[in-house]
């Protein structure tokens, strides 16, 4: 555009003939890496843009390519004022493969949870819309799965709650990359174990936030992290709730007014009973009201003394919810341990293994069966329970048949990589570029004979 002929004001003359619209992305900036991905922001159409990438030594692995596909595809179904666009999946300068997504000016629900200057009206309203989104995900067959403050942000412009953060949504309708996600603390109990995605483990995020959020709402956030079968079936009954509750004050005012009011016209009639001459009727109505006066009496001490005990009952349903869910961490703990270890063993392994595959010999399954020995020694570490006393049998039984299918999946994932890349450099080498020969026998990576039983 020719600067020259510009207006300050914004508006464009016809004369700039010169005027282009870029369609590349441009002024590419990494916000910050994490294990898996690199977050980014770019600029395009004179806007800014999120990005979403894998980080290079991640970007061959089919796994992580697919598992970013998969968000896209599932993220791509939203459209909604509450959810974050997802507007494409394509390749971004040396960021290869991204997700791009709108960018939003705002902070995140824990950034103003810490700040603190939300008034009771503004966390309501949040709350509502937090409600509102979800329910619209849920509707669209989508499972978040991973809600949380930090997965909630507020626009700066309006205040308008957006959703973000779909990397570990999950559907019904996708049958491959199946595994319990979510974040300690936010992820239900049965989503660790079950592995299955459903709405409910979306309302047990929501109780959650809703006990940091709206102290109010305190009951019903206890019903949200209930029992499956106790919390509400979804986002609807879930609001219904909430305007109960809100309501409930209404009522209360307008029973006290008229409290208030009865107690002022009796005041009067016993007055005018005191200054005006007994007679037979007035004394009769007086001992009338008496005898009223002392069965209330009676009635106020009993219900004061149910109250007592249905406090006492409410104290020890929170005592056992606490207990609950001190156990429920534990258990998310000793998980989260366990796939960390067995994840970093395997890791090493990839990176020794590396060396015979970039000079691969007939002896290369014979060393991938030794070192696999050895990382299953290294892991056995990650199935030993003992460390978690509090947790029951059966749940240390459970917890180490899915420390194992995890260990299985992911090396079997490296495994897969190992054996196409040696047998491609085989070919190559024995025979020539696009040569054949026999493929290598596999080797069995489902074997249990080094996999720990027993603590």
């Not at 299918?405 to 020539?432: I, L």
């Amino acid at each position: 555009m020719n600067t020259s002929n510009s207006s300050e004001s914004g508006f464009v003359r016809d004369s700039d003939s010169d005027f282009r619209v870029l369609t590349g992305m441009t002024d590419v900036e990494i916000l910050r890496v994490s294990k898996t991905n690199i977050i980014a922001r770019g600029r395009r159409y004179g806007r800014l843009w999120f990005l979403k990438g894998l980080r290079p030594e991640v970007r061959d692995s089919n796994v992580n390519r697919r598992q970013l596909q998969k968000e896209f595809e599932i993220h791509s179904r939203l459209l909604d004022v509450g959810v974050v666009q997802a507007v494409s999946l394509e390749i971004i300068g040396e960021l290869g493969l991204c997700i791009v997504e709108e960018w939003i000016e705002g902070k995140t629900l824990a950034q103003l949870l810490q700040e603190g200057e939300l008034t009771e009206k503004e966390r309501r309203r949040i709350m509502r819309e937090i409600i509102r989104a979800v329910g619209y995900i849920n509707s669209r067959g989508v499972v978040h799965r991973d809600l949380k403050p930090e997965n909630i942000m507020v626009r700066d412009v309006g205040g308008s709650v957006v959703i973000i953060d779909f990397g570990l949504a999950d559907t019904d309708d996708y049958v491959e990359l199946k595994q319990g996600a979510g974040t300690t603390g936010y992820i239900s109990p049965e989503q660790i174990s079950d592995r299955q995605a459903r709405p409910s483990d979306d309302i047990y995020s929501l109780g959650v936030i809703m006990k940091q959020l709206c102290p109010g709402y305190n009951r019903i956030a206890t019903q949200c992290t209930g029992p499956v079968d106790k919390r509400p079936v979804d986002a609807e009954a879930l609001l219904k709730m909430i305007d109960a509750r809100d309501r409930r004050p209404r009522r209360l005012l307008t029973v006290a007014c008229g409290a208030v009011v009865v107690a002022g016209i009796a005041m009067l009639m016993n007055h005018y009973l005191e200054l005006s001459d007994a007679t037979e009727r007035a004394q009769h109505r007086v001992a009338i009201l008496s005898e009223t006066n002392r069965a209330q009496e009676l009635r106020v001490t009993e219900l004061t003394d149910s109250l007592t005990g249905m406090t006492d009952r409410m104290n020890r349903a929170e005592d056992e919810i606490k207990r609950v869910d001190s156990y429920n961490a534990s258990r998310a703990r000793a998980y989260v341990e366990g796939c960390r270890k067995i994840d970093e063993a395997i890791k090493k392994f990839d990176s020794e293994i590396q060396s015979d595959l970039d000079n691969p010999s007939p002896e290369f399954y014979d060393k991938v069966g030794v070192m696999r020995k050895r990382v299953l020694a290294i892991c056995e570490y990650a199935f030993d329970l003992k460390r978690f006393p509090e947790l029951h049998e059966d749940d240390k039984y459970k917890l180490r048949e899915e420390l194992q299918d995890h260990f299985y999946s992911v090396y079997s994932s490296y495994y897969t990589e190992w054996q196409a890349k040696f047998y491609r450099d085989e070919v190559d080498k024995n025979w020539g570029p696009g040569g054949y020969a026999p493929k290598p026998a596999s080797i069995d990576v489902n074997d249990t004979d080094s996999v720990p039983q027993s603590e």
